[in-house]
């Protein structure tokens, strides 16, 4: 994997990781989330226009991975309300590229090789130690982190598809505009008078940064795939794992124990081995 390509992915992987604490750091997480939605629809649109090219055969597409994304980064405000970072982020990125595989094995019929059922088997250990092997069991923070990783995996496999239709730049903001709308749409609703108010107040430099990295994590991935290999590249990216659970135990103050570290370890090893095979 040439230098430029491990350096463009390591930093998507860093963004990445980044955006996430940055949400989840927040009092109003989803007055947040719909401030760096918003901001990164706004913030990326003349890019998009710039490198404006779409066959009509992707709006399918767009419809249904903007419903996904409007599912993902409504689970994800929900799952750093109520649980820790360090214990979702590792489950949802983990079993994501399991749910991938296991997709692809029942629905094409593609096969599993031994470094896969390896990566599989590490990835479900370190699942384990991150939940933990004794004390209470988080069952909510498990469940939403196991359906983030649901909706990552389904919006991974329609996008794969979905791509070959439009720039990749310009797929991923066509399918942000009616989530980022529907998701402001919805606090409006839901919260009435105070809506317009508290979406204001989360205007704030962390919450718009997010958004700018989230995009920018995409880019940056990009960039590394135009010089490397997709396997490679997805590999070193879910290193976002170990960054985004010491990043927990360093800004959110969150208990993060030789276990959890572990755990988090072995989930970034199972994905490379699912990548690479």
């Known amino acids: 994997m040439p230098v430029d390509a491990f350096v463009l992915a390591l930093g998507s992987a860093s963004l990445h990781a980044l955006w996430n604490v940055l949400l989840a750091r927040e009092r109003d997480i989803h007055a947040a989330t719909a401030v760096a939605m918003v901001a990164a629809v706004v913030a990326f649109a003349p890019i998009a226009a710039l490198r404006w090219d779409v066959d009509h055969r992707v709006w399918p597409y767009i419809a249904l991975t903007s419903l996904l994304q409007l599912v993902y980064f409504g689970l994800l405000a929900v799952a750093y309300g109520r649980a820790?970072?360090?214990f979702v982020y590792p489950v949802a990125r983990g079993v994501a590229p399991v749910l991938?595989?296991?997709?692809g094995v029942v629905a094409l019929g593609a096969g599993a090789g031994p470094g896969q059922v390896v990566g599989v088997c590490l990835v479900?250990?370190?699942?384990?130690?991150?939940?933990?092997?004794?004390?209470?069991?988080?069952?909510?923070?498990?469940?939403?982190?196991?359906?983030i990783a649901g909706v990552i995996a389904a919006y991974t496999l329609l996008d794969k598809e979905g791509i070959r239709y439009a720039d990749p730049v310009v797929y991923l903001e066509l399918s942000m505009?009616?989530?980022?709308?529907?998701?402001?749409?919805?606090?409006?609703?839901?919260?009435r008078a105070g809506a317009l108010r508290e979406l204001a107040a989360a205007v704030r430099p962390a919450p718009v940064g997010a958004g700018l990295l989230s995009f920018g994590a995409y880019a940056l991935v990009l960039?590394?795939?135009?010089?490397?290999?997709?396997?490679?590249?997805?590999?070193?990216?879910?290193?976002?794992?170990?960054i985004a659970t010491g990043l927990a135990a360093w800004l959110l103050r969150e208990r993060v124990g030789r276990g959890r570290l572990l755990g988090a370890a072995l989930v970034v090893v199972g994905v490379a081995l699912l990548a690479l095979e």
């Open 84 to 86: 820790e970072l360090s």
């Open 100 to 103: 991938v595989l296991v997709g």
């Open 124 to 147: 479900a250990l370190g699942v384990v130690l991150v939940r933990g092997l004794a004390g209470p069991r988080d069952r909510l923070g498990l469940a939403l982190g196991l359906s």
């Open 177 to 191: 505009v009616p989530a980022a709308a529907v998701y402001v749409l919805a606090i409006v609703v839901r919260r």
């Open 223 to 242: 960039a590394a795939l135009a010089r490397a290999d997709a396997a490679s590249v997805a590999a070193v990216r879910e290193t976002s794992v170990l």
